[in-house]
Each structure stands twice: as structure tokens, then as C-alpha cells.
């Protein structure tokens, strides 16, 4: 809030052409590499879809999760403005493999299929599971040996990062992603996410592609100081690193509830549970969080970077009671 205030005194030229949006492109570059190529836009989905038109032919089609946010949160709006198609996969974890992506990639130069094109993953994924360095490496390597682009929906990428305990660069620019959709919204920014090309010829049509989007800010620097000051003296990281934990407390405070199974390693700032049907509208009476599987009375818990001990402490107790 106090960039905010810093960056609403006197005039600058717009969309991006000022001293602001510089800075912050500075910034990133300083932790994602050089040669990155940045964009700022207005939200999450406005970020993946915008990418994957820039990486893709409207006869494409992009390798995913079926849990993916493209795939299920997005109400469609990536086939909608690629008019390609979305290839989803099932896994355990929400992580895609090479052979996952092998099993897929068919029918390449067949006029009757459409043609894979990009591999999206999401670091941390839907279902709080991280992927390794060693992991992504190993995706970029099948996804560019099948002349497709690795897309990364980092949305929670700082979680994932403090979750390792290592750098933005160490998950992204060292691993072989090529186009980062940088999330800032759920990490404490008032709104506005960064579209991140490690590769700038993949970012040739972007420009117009945001533009024709909807997704062109006038007053660009608004967005572009909120970065600038996440990325300075690692709030970034404080902010993640803090919602991972009250994760892991959450998930501790309820190991020894008999009725409450949690179904995924906690590793960033989600906790998936199934708990009694009976017992989930009583809950959401009190908090609001998604049912995630309601055949298997799944639900999901986030926390976020001001959610507090007394607030974690509080719904634990809630649970327990309402279930015990």
C-alpha cells in the first residue's frame, strides 16, 4: 500500500512506459534472470490464458492436469481465446511426468488431431504437492524434445519456492520453463500478475495478444510497484513462507483426529482433508473453503499470508469439535 502511495504522485506516460514499470521489470530480472522479457497484467487467469495464446495455434493443444487451474477454474476462458484444446491428465498428485506426457503426444501432422503444443504445469500445484527442480528439468526436457513449450502456472510459485528453501530462479530459469505466469495476487499484491519470458522470441505476438485481451493496463504502474516492493527484502518469501506454515499447523492440530484424513503431503500452503459429509455445511457456515471432491467429501483448506495463529488455532478447535 505504501508503493501504491509513492506511485500516485504527479504524471507519467502509460502503459507502461515510465520509470515504475522499469524498476519493477529491474527487479524481477534481478531474480529471474537477464534476459527475461516481462509483461504486467490484471489477473491469474488473464496470465495463463494470454500466454498460451502467444505459445500456441488455434489448432493446438496444451498437455495439462485435469486438476489444473487452466482445466477446471478458469470456466473455459483458455479454450475460449486459444480455440485449442486442453489434453487433461489424471494423476494422484497434480504433477504431470515425462511419461505421463509421452502417452500423450500423438498424432503429430495429422490433420484430424489437434497438435500438442505446450505443457503447462503448476508449481505449487492445486493440490499443494511441489514439484523438485529435478522434476521440472525433467519435463522441459520431454516437453522441448516434442517441440512443445513448458508453461508454468505460478500462482503460488513463492510458496513453492519457500517450501524448497530456494530461489525463484532455481524452480524456473534453471530448470528450462520458458514462459512463467508469475502470480502476485495470492501472495499479498492488491492485484496484478507478471507474464515472464525466459525465452523473448516466444514473446513476439504477446503485446498484441494483451491488448486485444482486455489485459493492458493505462495506468500500468499501479501494478508494476507492487512487484517491486514483493520482490524487495524478500516479503516475498516471508509472506509464502508464513502461509506454509500456518498450513502445517492446521494439518498438525488435526493428525489425531480420527475422523479427519488428510490426503496430501502439506507441503506448501494447502491442506486437502476428507471429513464427514455431515459435518462439511455446519463448517462452511463458519468458514468459507471448497468442497474439492464431493464424491469423496474432499475439502480444501488454504492458508494465505494473513492468516494468523489465533485464526488456525480457532478452526482447528472448531473442527474437532464439530466432527469429534
Not at 505504501?2 to 504522485?9: C, F, G, K, M, S
Not at 487451474?69 to 470456466?75: A, L, T, W
Not at 505476438?205 to 499501479?222: G, V
Not at 484424513?261 to 482433508?273: E, L
Request: with cysteine; aromatic share 8%; proline share 3%.
Amino acid at each position: 500500500m505504501r508503493a501504491l502511495t509513492d506511485a500516485n504522485v504527479g504524471h507519467v506516460r502509460g502503459y507502461g512506459d515510465d520509470i515504475y514499470t522499469a524498476r519493477a521489470v529491474e527487479c524481477i530480472r534481478a531474480h529471474l534472470g537477464q534476459e527475461a522479457e516481462i509483461h504486467f497484467v490484471f489477473n491469474g487467469t488473464g496470465a495463463n490464458v494470454t500466454v498460451l495464446q502467444s505459445l500456441m495455434p488455434s489448432y493446438g493443444a496444451v498437455i495439462c492436469t485435469k486438476t489444473a487451474h487452466i482445466n477446471v477454474d478458469e470456466c473455459a476462458a483458455p479454450e475460449r481465446f486459444t480455440g485449442g484444446k486442453l489434453i487433461d491428465i489424471a494423476t494422484p498428485d497434480g504433477k504431470l511426468t515425462p511419461a505421463l506426457i509421452d502417452a500423450h503426444v500423438y498424432g503429430i501432422g495429422d490433420q484430424h488431431h489437434a497438435q500438442p503444443s505446450v505443457v503447462s504445469i503448476t508449481q505449487s500445484t492445486e493440490l499443494g504437492t511441489v514439484y523438485m527442480p529435478d522434476e521440472i528439468r525433467a519435463i522441459a526436457v520431454c516437453a522441448h524434445r516434442h517441440g512443445m513449450a513448458l508453461h508454468m502456472d505460478g500462482a503460488r510459485i513463492s510458496n513453492a519456492a519457500a517450501s524448497l528453501g530456494l530461489n525463484l530462479r532455481d524452480i524456473t530459469t534453471e530448470c528450462g520453463v520458458d514462459v512463467l505466469s508469475f502470480g502476485g495476487t495470492k501472495n499479498g499484491l492488491m492485484g496484478g500478475e507478471a507474464v515472464v519470458f525466459f525465452r523473448p522470441e516466444l514473446a513476439q505476438r504477446f503485446k498484441f495478444i494483451r491488448k486485444q485481451s482486455m489485459q493492458l493496463a493505462s495506468k500500468m504502474r499501479f501494478i508494476a510497484v507492487q512487484f517491486e516492493a514483493l520482490l524487495t527484502d524478500n516479503l516475498w518469501r516471508r509472506n509464502a513462507a508464513h502461509a506454509n506454515a500456518m498450513a502445517r499447523r492446521l494439518a498438525a492440530a488435526l493428525a489425531d483426529v480420527p475422523q479427519v484424513r488428510i490426503t496430501q503431503p502439506v507441503q506448501a500452503n494447502a491442506v486437502f482433508a476428507v471429513i464427514p459429509r455431515q459435518h462439511i455445511a455446519a463448517l462452511q457456515a463458519q468458514h468459507f473453503f471448497y468442497v474439492w471432491e464431493e464424491a469423496l467429501n474432499e475439502v480444501r483448506w488454504m492458508m494465505s499470508f494473513d492468516t494468523t495463529v489465533e485464526d488456525v488455532d480457532a478452526f482447528a478447535a472448531l473442527i474437532r469439535h464439530t466432527v469429534g
